[in-house]
């Protein structure tokens, strides 16, 4: 089957999945509101390492578990791409009153993104560094910038906290998605 056939079988994700911001996922476990501002950058240095070690060392890292779910690799190409549209998304909130979030199709960018015939070493490599600029951003936020808004095009509100939770979550249920375990990583729990 052509990569662009297999793309276009998985069923676009349409869920409004803001609702994580008021309860613990139970499909993935992850309580995204329970992770307080201070330790949202190690959250997201640890999963981002648990991203690159998955796109590094699994040998089926190509491979789709199933026809209609992606593979390792697709999911890792979107975790990469969320991360990099998150920094932006970030930015344009400390900067800008009541950010507007232009539109991000994520089904699209997967299939222009082509992101089963990517690199896995290149996508491990984008990924980390999109990671890492993620976290230094997040280490520079001033105290009173964390309730700084923006929106996205659907009407979602969110503050600069409420934004990166709802993006960790996103970046932990993937890890579920690929490792089928709760939690994503048990460096990712509460203490």
């Known amino acids: 089957m052509a990569p662009d056939d297999q793309a276009s079988e998985i069923e676009p994700d349409d869920k409004d ?3 994580v911001l008021g309860r613990r996922c139970e499909e993935c476990g992850f309580e995204a509101a329970a992770v307080p501002q201070e330790q949202l950058g190690e959250r997201f240095f640890i999963a981002v390492q648990e991203w690159v070690q998955i796109l590094r060392e699994n040998p089926a890292v190509e491979a789709r578990p199933a026809p209609r779910t992606w593979s ?4 890792g190409a979107h975790v990469r791409d969320l991360l990099v549209l998150t920094g932006q998304r970030v ?3 400390l900067t800008d009153d009541d950010a507007a979030f232009a539109n991000w199709d994520q089904d699209e960018a997967a299939r222009t993104g082509r992101y089963g015939e990517q690199d896995p070493e290149q996508v491990a490599e984008d990924l980390e560094a999109a990671g890492q600029r993620l976290v230094s951003l997040i280490a520079e936020i001033e105290a009173r910038a964390w309730g700084r808004t923006g929106r996205r095009s ?3 509100s969110f503050t600069v906290t409420t934004l990166l939770q709802y993006v960790l979550h996103d970046v932990v ?3 579920w998605d690929v490792t089928g375990q709760q939690d994503g990583a048990s460096s990712l729990q509460l203490a």
């Open 17 to 19: 999945w803001t609702w």
């Open 72 to 75: 390792p690799l697709e999911y």
């Open 91 to 93: 930015e344009l909130m």
């Open 154 to 156: 659907d009407g979602s």
């Open 173 to 175: 249920h993937h890890l």
